[in-house]
């Protein structure tokens, strides 16, 4: 009875869901950043190990791994599969309101207008490491969880923090050892700190003679910037003021009204509420790295929504009946800060109107590209 009652009650929500998740994507899709071409080019081989394990992972491709359609296809596969896996994350519960909200809210636009970015790749590697940590294969979650930080360093502030709050929800008896579940990612981070010194000129120049050989000169040769001091010499504190003020704080002081009110857990323990809200924040600790404080904040909603989305079955309901007014003014700050707060961009690119002209000038533009891809 349960299996045939939960289909119908599903679709209609989940049709909604894609319809906002259409309309996120047209107000944001653009042409993936020339930056993000070398997250997936450089490598290890190249004398690049911070951010390399991709590029690696390509060498076998040759000079094929430098050419931008190839990348950009792979891109296209993460942002799919991103896509398929917020709707199955927010299929119920809390987190059904919360996909909704986000994708009508500027971090749903922002998911399409950074395309390209290994964000998206961050929430899919947490969610297989839950999936595989449920299974029993922690061994696998462990070289999961280190490989994920040989690919981006925010892996340690947006995947580890999950992984951690996925155990928490295990079985006392059946939960692995922590020290063997995080030694291959401590290990990861140590050599990060080892090995990520300043990169030569030399070995610039090589890698961008080697792009070049292959036909493919790099679009972005300026990212060389990021590779031409060593990792600890990035740790400062980068927020602005404004930034911390208007954007972090409310956030936080929002989401852990809702958490610690004991709404959005139902049924955890105070350990796993206390451990969900330092999971959701950690992101905003990359603000330590790097300036881009948007992208921070958008990895803190994702952050959300996985660990909602995840929650087992047992614990998705309330602690007792609650009065609908007193249900709306715990949720309620989120929903506001989430919905109304505008997500500064360092590219300079914004949300699309919905007026005709802007919509007409969109599918053009999709014509004209679908047009040259066909005759390319």
């Given at each position: 009875?349960?299996?045939?009652?939960?289909?119908?009650?599903?679709?209609?929500?989940?049709?909604?869901?894609?319809?906002?998740?259409?309309?996120?994507?047209?107000?944001?899709?653009?042409?993936?950043?020339?930056?993000?071409?070398?997250?997936?080019?450089?490598?290890?081989?190249?004398?690049?190990?911070?951010?390399?394990?991709?590029?690696?992972?390509?060498?076998?491709?040759?000079?094929?791994?430098?050419?931008?359609g190839l990348i950009h296809g792979l891109q296209a596969v993460v942002l799919l599969s991103t896509m398929s896996a917020l709707l199955w994350l927010g299929r119920r519960g809390m987190a059904?309101?919360?996909?909704?909200?986000?994708?009508?809210?500027?971090?749903?636009?922002?998911?399409?207008?950074?395309?390209?970015?290994?964000?998206?790749?961050?929430?899919?590697?947490?969610?297989?490491?839950?999936?595989?940590?449920?299974?029993?294969?922690?061994?696998?979650?462990?070289?999961?969880?280190?490989?994920?930080?040989?690919?981006?360093?925010?892996?340690?502030?947006?995947?580890?923090?999950?992984?951690?709050?996925?155990?928490?929800?295990?079985?006392?008896?059946?939960?692995?050892?922590?020290?063997?579940?995080?030694?291959?990612?401590?290990?990861?981070?140590?050599?990060?700190?080892?090995?990520?010194?300043?990169?030569?000129?030399?070995?610039?120049?090589?890698?961008?003679?080697?792009?070049?050989?292959?036909?493919?000169?790099?679009?972005?040769?300026?990212?060389?910037?990021?590779?031409?001091?060593s990792f600890r010499r990035s740790l400062r504190v980068h927020y602005r003021a404004e930034e911390l003020e208007f954007l972090v704080l409310p956030f936080a002081l929002a989401l852990g009204?809702?958490?610690?009110?004991?709404?959005?857990?139902?049924?955890?323990?105070?350990?796993?509420?206390?451990?969900?809200?330092?999971?959701?924040?950690?992101?905003?600790?990359?603000?330590?790295?790097?300036?881009?404080?948007?992208?921070?904040?958008?990895?803190?909603?994702?952050?959300?929504?996985?660990?909602?989305?995840?929650?087992?079955?047992?614990?998705?309901?309330?602690?007792?009946?609650?009065?609908?007014?007193?249900?709306?003014?715990?949720?309620?700050?989120?929903?506001?800060?989430?919905?109304?707060?505008?997500?500064?961009?360092?590219?300079?690119?914004?949300?699309?109107?919905?007026?005709?002209?802007?919509?007409?000038?969109?599918?053009?533009?999709?014509?004209?590209?679908?047009?040259?891809?066909?005759?390319?």
């Amino acid at each position: 009875m349960a299996g045939r009652s939960s289909g119908p009650s599903w679709w209609p929500l989940g049709l909604a869901q894609l319809g906002l998740m259409l309309l996120a994507f047209y107000r944001g899709i653009h042409v993936p950043n020339p930056w993000t071409l070398n997250y997936y080019q450089v490598s290890w081989a190249d004398g690049f190990f911070r951010r390399g394990l991709l590029g690696t992972l390509l060498l076998p491709l040759g000079c094929a791994r430098f050419d931008p359609g190839l990348i950009h296809g792979l891109q296209a596969v993460v942002l799919l599969s991103t896509m398929s896996a917020l709707l199955w994350l927010g299929r119920r519960g809390m987190a059904a309101l919360f996909l909704c909200l986000f994708l009508v809210s500027d971090a749903g636009t922002f998911l399409f207008n950074e395309v390209g970015y290994l964000d998206p790749l961050m929430l899919l590697l947490g969610l297989a490491c839950g999936a595989l940590l449920i299974r029993g294969r922690s061994g696998s979650v462990a070289l999961l969880l280190a490989l994920a930080i040989l690919v981006h360093e925010m892996a340690v502030f947006t995947v580890l923090p999950a992984v951690l709050v996925f155990r928490l929800r295990m079985a006392p008896g059946s939960r692995p050892s922590l020290g063997r579940l995080i030694l291959p990612s401590a290990l990861a981070v140590g050599a990060l700190f080892a090995l990520s010194g300043p990169v030569s000129d030399a070995t610039l120049q090589r890698f961008s003679e080697r792009a070049s050989a292959c036909g493919h000169p790099l679009a972005r040769p300026d990212f060389e910037k990021d590779y031409q001091q060593s990792f600890r010499r990035s740790l400062r504190v980068h927020y602005r003021a404004e930034e911390l003020e208007f954007l972090v704080l409310p956030f936080a002081l929002a989401l852990g009204w809702w958490i610690l009110a004991g709404q959005a857990l139902g049924r955890a323990q105070r350990a796993e509420q206390w451990a969900t809200l330092a999971a959701c924040l950690s992101p905003f600790l990359l603000g330590l790295l790097a300036w881009d404080c948007g992208r921070w904040y958008f990895l803190a909603v994702l952050q959300v929504l996985l660990l909602l989305g995840t929650l087992p079955p047992g614990d998705r309901n309330e602690p007792g009946r609650l009065a609908p007014a007193t249900r709306w003014l715990r949720v309620a700050p989120l929903l506001a800060v989430v919905g109304l707060t505008p997500i500064p961009r360092f590219d300079g690119s914004g949300a699309r109107g919905l007026d005709r002209s802007e919509v007409r000038a969109f599918g053009a533009d999709l014509a004209g590209r679908w047009d040259g891809f066909i005759t390319h």
